[in-house]
């Protein structure tokens, strides 16, 4: 359910963004409806993405800046930024779409027009005359609307990313001196206090002094420190490259040669700024050890300096050779600046930086340098990452000091309230994925990681030691199948780990066995004797109940049936809603329908009886309680509530014909009275019994052996939660505790049978008939007087009875009960043959053969559909809105004449069934 109110959220959203009115849009859910139908759990195309951005880029109007926002996009490493594109290309290739975008952009704009229009007006208000109360209302308002357009989008995303990233996290506190002491740094320094000093003109000297001069600057510029000739100019971008000012006296070919050299400068000066930014600890450790891997190579730069410089000590050190000696190391700074700007401009941490550094390592496939120098950074870098990773593979524990790693813990949801809470979503919310914290190299496996950990976590809370057999360490390497297969061999451990403790030490499946027991009236023999003893106390109202002696009768039909050999048996408990099924039912529906508002009582307005509030509950401990949570429970109430009330109404009608037994001492014209009573209420028996059946035997025992198959067949806990709801879905669906229109139906029939029963039991309790003892042979004088007066007794009562059958009372009311009975019995046929039709709900059409195996009410139904037929052509002129019948006589004859022809039952007479003078047994239904 809450996949699909998602889609609608989205849906909504986008309507609403849109601007698309109601009266013009068949609703959100209609096209919620066809997403549902229409998406796939698998990606079975491949998005051309190149075309798509090809596509656009010729039908632009800007296609630079698009191109331009493209790569930046890329280079931020955007997830579905492809998947986008490609559909921002099929709007380009649909014209009624892209006229209707237009339309929606015009009437937005004209709005904002009139917005601007609003705005001049106050502006004219403001020159006119105004106090100075009106004047700091106005001034209010404006701060309030252009605070938040004060920063620039980018500013605002930068910021907002930063308080994601590292919410929930204490970070050590740098002492100021760092910041204070500015010549701690490797990079350079603008002494803005200190006065220039006087330099000779360069121009002034030798063109061998001014060589020799320039090369030391060189040297010190090299190193981050400003020479006498060359100055760094100051910049805004910390990251940007450098501009260096040189001395204009300078000889044009030395000038040369210093402008070849000078982006290795302004290059080191970048990388160090890189090194000394991002360490510091709101950085993360994966900057952390890219910063330490890029220092290494800095100190190998450094050893080359002053190699350099001692060449140019002993006097054998030339422009022309200092040229020479740096061609390497501008291709490794040139590699370095790319991947420090790329990460500083999309303020990358974590998994971020470890997909920017994978897709330059794979960018640079023909360039074995450029690939070895990327491959050592990016293994460096995700040294710290993978050490999280084999933590939570190996040990289901997560050491994320800075968020960081993928899965992220959720301390809002606690195990504990999986027995508490309906909604809680302990195991799909405690452990989760953050998708920006994925590297691209481990996106195929995010959810095998997840998985992993938390089968190990599960079973570390069980007080388990656990030790990995196939523990190694990880090493990133540009294929993948290496750390792909350390992945796979821990997650099958774990989910097999977490499998045997579940199924062998845990016991589920007995557990799941005991709670079929007795919320699916599996025992029957516990069931009948419980019913037998607590009939008494339920039918009183709930509060006038005590549970303690629910509790005691219980443990009484507990220990005295064959559930006592179930040694889960104590975890069943009794529980006293205060509210019925119905209203359970929508409660968890959530959803706000007509049906739901007819059902919909006040708490405070429900005065139910215990046959209503009753319901039993189970205690389940962890880690069972995974499986068996509160939700799963509240399911199984349902059904037993439903099942529950139905085998009560059965009794009701059985002991209804016990009492009846009577009604052979009737006289002639009284019997055909009780006759029609009798017949109405053995096809109310038909009916309930029936209906029973087809919820035991072809709903929940036929689900219970599939449950039972996939359960043999699983790999890991996951696969028991999916079969486990499906189970209890499928239930709650075949027995139409999931549909309003059929349950109200139901519940109606439901209310009729115990009514009709009440009414006959009230003319049958004054007398009692004891024909056994007239028959035992005995002829003493006190049981002849005994059975006079019993004569007697039964003489009067029979006139009574007489009397009673005769009056018009008794007729209409029976009349009553059996017209009543009978429009609810075909709505609820009707109804069936509906969904059967619209919604392929064939499994129901099982309730329709076993009701009207003998054609009884087909006349019923099909007048039902004429008359719907002929309603729905004056509907039409009346109303001028045209309506179709849900199905046409003929095509209902049709259909019940194949499904009978098919079938091929046992005929009976109707009238004979109706007129029969002699009840029949509760076990002839």
Known sequence: MSHEFKIHHYVSELIKKLGVKSSASPGAEVYTDMLQKNMTPYITTQVSAHAARQKLTEQSLTAREFLHKYDELKLKNTRDLDSLVYLLSKICDDAELKTFLAKTFVDKKTFAEGQITVTDELADLASAKMTAEELEKIKAQLIEVTSVSSLSTSDALKKLLKEKQTRHVTLPLQPDWINQRLYLTMNFVSDIGCQEMEVVPLGSLPQLLQEAAIIEDLLYCCEGIEGKYIQALPHHDSFAAKDFRVDLSLDCSLREFVRRLLPVCSSYSTVIQFIEEKSGFCFGLVNHALSAAIRILVKDYIVLIAQIEHQNCMGQLTLQKFWFYMQPTMRTLEILVSVVSSIDRCECRGGAVLSLLHEKTTNLIGDTKGQQLCLYLTQYACVPYFEMLEKWIYK????????????????????????????DAYWEQHYIIREERIPVFLQRVADKILNTGKYLNVVRQCGKDIQCPTAQEIVYTIKEKQYFEHIERAYDYASKLLLNLLMEEKALMPILSSIKHYFLLDQGDFIVQFMDMAEEELKKPMNDIMCTRLETLLELALRTSTANADPYKDDLKVNLLNYDLITQLFTILMIETKQEKDYKVASTDLHLSGLEAFTFDYVVKWPVSLVISRKALTRYQMLFRHLFYCKHVERQLCNVWLNNKIAKMFAR??????????????????????????????????????????????????????????????????????????????????????????????????????????????????????????????KIFLEHVDHLAGSASFENSIKKFGQNFTCFLVELLDKIMELSVTNCEHKLMNMLYRLDFNNFYTKQLEALSAQRLHIDPLSKNQLNQPKRGKHGSNSFRQKLSSRHASSSPVRINSDEFQNKDKPASPDQS
């Open 396 to 423: 289901g524990i997560i050491l994320d000091p800075y968020s960081e790693f993928l899965v992220e813990e959720n301390d809002a949801f606690q195990k504990e309230k999986l027995q508490e809470d309906f909604n």
């Open 669 to 794: 014209h009284s019997t055909k009275w009780y006759a029609t009573a009798f017949a109405l209420r053995q096809r109310m028996l038909n009916f309930v019994q029936n209906f029973e059946y087809y919820m035991m035997f072809e709903v929940i025992e036929p689900n219970w052996q599939l449950f039972e198959a996939n359960l043999e067949q699983v790999s890991n806990i996951d696969d028991v939660l999916v079969h486990h709801s499906d189970f209890l879905n499928s239930c709650l669906k075949d027995c139409m505790l999931t549909s309003p229109k059929l349950l109200k139906i139901v519940h109606k029939l439901m209310v009729v049978c115990v009514t009709f029963s009440n009414f006959l039991q009230k003319n049958s309790t004054n007398f009692e008939f004891n024909g056994p003892t007239e028959m035992m042979g005995f002829h003493s004088e006190e049981v002849k007087g005994e059975l006079d007066k019993k004569r007697t007794s039964t």
